[in-house]
């Protein structure tokens, strides 16, 4: 037999942190859920054969479009190349960003790879500068966010802190341009510089770990519940004689 005899403003307090608690452990067993999608459509878009870019345009979001494998074939524009800033484990450095032209459609802002400071301009990377129609296979990336304290583009400089996607594209006069960055893979027997990277597909998922930790702690608050009203004789297991309760 079990006597129960709970205080209210304790147990009002524990009921609605311990609900607290639990919603948050279930909110971080859906983030998890919803992490392990992304991790594995992700993977999915960015391996196998790539989809042309013009079809990709078409599904309905783009978030449907993030990560995925597409090849587009047109002509670089070098004049109006833009930079965004990219530290480097070998130095500081520069993505260099350049407007493709296609045959037909829009066009699309191409990250065509990694610079050290001392190859930004054109002329020090004259042999990288391709001429004439050329295919690029990359994988899609959207727009970043600028973040709070951080300096967006300043002046004349074609710098930018932050993958500014509609910024770049007004600075080099492309209205209409696809509303996606195309980051170029590596090929074979291509010039050093620009240098290609495959973009980072390596997700942080430390959800399960969240989860445990707010399902340890609303197990926690009922177990320092359960002993407090059991230290004040409010609550006893089997007999129930004993002193009057507090």
């Known amino acids: 037999m079990i ?8 147990t009002i307090f524990a009921l609605g942190t311990f609900i607290l608690l639990c919603w948050l452990g279930v909110w971080q067993l859906e983030r998890l859920a919803w ?3 992304l991790i594995e459509t992700s993977q999915q878009r960015a391996t196998g054969d790539p989809v042309a870019l013009e079809e990709a345009l078409k599904r309905p979001t783009l978030e449907d479009m993030r990560y995925q494998k597409v090849s587009v074939t047109g002509i670089f524009d070098h004049s109006k190349e833009v930079f965004f800033y990219a530290p480097h ?4 450095g ?6 493709l032209v296609p045959l037909a459609g829009a066009p699309v802002l191409v990250d065509r790879g990694w610079v050290p400071n001392e190859k930004r301009t054109a002329d ?3 042999s990288g500068q391709i001429e004439g129609e050329v295919t690029v296979t990359g994988i899609v990336l959207l727009a970043g966010e600028a973040t709070p304290g951080v300096p967006g583009h300043q002046g004349r400089d074609p710098v930018w802190m932050f993958r500014d996607l509609n910024g770049m594209a007004s600075y080099m006069a492309l209205p209409g341009a696809a509303p996606v960055f195309v980051v170029a893979l590596p090929a074979e027997g291509g010039e050093p510089w620009p240098r290609p990277e495959a973009p980072n597909l390596t997700f942080r998922n430390s959800h399960l ?3 445990l930790t707010w399902f340890g702690l609303a197990f ?3 177990s320092v519940y ?7 004789d409010r609550l006893r297991f089997g007999k129930t004689e004993g002193k009057q309760p507090k």
């Open 220 to 222: 926690a608050l009922l």
């Open 94 to 99: 520069f993505r260099v960003i350049a407007p």
């Open 226 to 232: 359960i002993a407090f009203h059991v230290s004040q």
């Open 3 to 10: 006597y129960f005899r709970p205080l209210l403003g304790q």
């Open 209 to 211: 770990g969240y989860a």
């Open 124 to 126: 020090t990377r004259l």
């Open 89 to 92: 484990q070998q130095g500081p």
């Open 35 to 37: 992490k392990l999608d």
